[in-house]
């Protein structure tokens, strides 16, 4: 099959796009998302952290690294029919996908990646698509979990190439790179994005825009967090996020990914519903439903539903694969 040529972008065209007025910005982003995706409609996910607290890695925004802080109860990974029963709950409230989180640098091989594919399995049978981020995969964890009908895998660069030590030391840029390779050449989707407001320049926010939309191929969901300043993390005072550059973000993300589905994840509790109408004019389509991410906490499911509701939007159906399936009714191929 002949593949669909994908625009390389350079960084000087990203920092021409990034800096333009702010609502031509937006304007230009609202027009790329209506031509790939259907106006109006907002996927929901829902998260789960399937195995809490305890990892080794020193990020300094999470509550769930051993190096932090945070006062977060550990738990060992669940059981299958637990991690079920949720997923079957999160369907009932009008979810799609299903993403299982672990606090972990890797997964080992054994029992407890084998429970992972029967879980995967159970939500793939529930009509929903499942996404996993379990840290670092090795190319044949990858080809198990995409036997096992896997959709997506979360890994997150965070933040730019440059800025990256500042925010975590015990892996490297490339690690993440060789992961999110690995997840390419098993067939799976990439879901790929970083987090807003730690400390990064607008030269970073950049950058990291840069590689994400040089991926090859390009991350089918792109989410986009504003960081949870969690106490006991190095990050905990971090300043608030500039509204405008998340959704600058956000916008020049909708335009470099045109297919991609761009989410609104971490940090919606402390955004206003008009900061969020704006983010998705600029072409956010998906947010993270339940009033818990992981360990912090998120709109409660019947405030989503009134913005939802107020803001004339409307739930994506279920089985409507993003990847190939999105909608587009322009002739150029971006
Ligand atoms: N351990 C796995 C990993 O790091 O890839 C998966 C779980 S990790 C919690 C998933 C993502 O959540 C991180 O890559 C980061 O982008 C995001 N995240 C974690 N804590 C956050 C926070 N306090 N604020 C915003 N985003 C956060
Ligand atoms: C992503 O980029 N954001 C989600 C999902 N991928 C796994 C996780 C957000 C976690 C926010 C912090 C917490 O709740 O612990
Ligand atoms: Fe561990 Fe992931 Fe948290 Fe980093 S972000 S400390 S890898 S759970």
């Not at 390389?8 to 982003?29: H, K, M, Q, T």
């Not at 690995?182 to 320049?201: F, P, Q, R, T």
Request: charge should be neutral; charged fraction near 25%.
């Amino acid at each position: 099959m002949k593949k669909h040529p994908t625009k390389i972008w350079s960084l000087e065209e990203i920092n021409g796009i990034y800096d333009r007025p702010l609502l031509d910005l937006v304007f230009e982003a609202a027009g790329t998302h209506r031509n790939y995706h259907t106006p109006g409609e907002v996927q929901l996910c829902t998260l789960l952290s399937i195995k809490t607290g305890g990892c080794t890695e020193d990020c300094k925004y999470c509550s769930q690294s051993i190096h932090n802080k945070a006062k977060v109860e550990r738990k060992p990974l669940m059981g299958v029919d637990d991690v079920l029963t949720a997923a079957r709950a999160a369907k009932n409230s009008g979810s799609t996908r299903f993403c299982m989180g672990a606090a972990t640098r890797e997964i080992k091989d054994g029992r407890g990646f084998n429970r992972v594919l029967d879980m995967v399995k159970g939500v793939r049978a529930m009509g929903m698509e499942a996404c996993c981020t379990l840290g670092m995969l090795t190319e044949n964890q990858a080809k198990k979990l995409k036997e096992a009908g896997l959709t997506a895998y979360n890994h997150n660069l965070d933040t730019s190439k440059e800025h990256y030590t500042n925010v975590v030391t015990t892996r490297t840029y490339q690690d993440r790179l060789d992961t999110i390779a690995n997840v390419a050449k098993a067939g799976i989707s990439l879901c790929c994005g970083g987090i807003i407001g730690m400390g990064e320049s607008r030269e970073d926010r950049i950058s990291m825009l840069h590689t994400l939309a040089s991926l090859d191929p390009q991350p089918e969901s792109v989410p986009i967090n504003a960081l949870v300043p969690v106490d006991g993390t190095p990050l905990q005072d971090a300043p608030p996020i500039d509204i405008f550059e998340w959704i600058r973000t956000i916008a020049v993300a909708r335009i470099l990914m045109p297919k991609a589905m761009v989410r609104l994840s971490a940090g919606r509790l402390s955004l206003s519903r008009e900061a969020q109408a704006l983010a998705i004019m600029a072409g956010a389509n998906s947010i993270f439903t339940g009033e818990k991410l992981l360990t912090t906490p998120n709109p409660q499911w019947n405030e989503d539903s009134e913005m939802m509701k107020a803001l004339g939007l409307t739930p994506r159906p279920p089985e409507k694969d993003s990847h190939h399936d999105s909608v587009c009714r322009c002739s150029t191929t971006a």
